[in-house]
């Protein structure tokens, strides 16, 4: 909430759910999606084992998904 205070002059609380839901759309607009979907490939093509494999994957996924959530919702 701090990032978003100072970048965007975000409210703070309490804030309605709509509030909510923008500061979040912001934040991962602006800041989570300007690298981790690079992130997620970059680890999922340099990853050694399976596991670290999937959760690349997990991460992109969760992410688009989050995204479109918060896009549709706010």
Not at 1 to 14: D, I, S, Y
Not at 17 to 43: G, I, S
């Amino acid at each position: 909430m701090q990032w978003l205070r100072e970048h965007h002059g975000v409210a703070t609380w309490p804030m309605s759910w709509y509030e909510v839901l923008e500061a979040q759309r912001l934040f991962l607009e602006e800041h989570l999606l300007q690298w981790v979907p690079e992130f997620a490939d970059r680890l999922y093509q340099s990853a050694e084992s399976d596991f670290f494999k999937g959760m690349a994957i997990v991460l992109r996924e969760l992410i688009g998904e989050h995204s479109q959530y918060l896009s549709e919702a706010a």
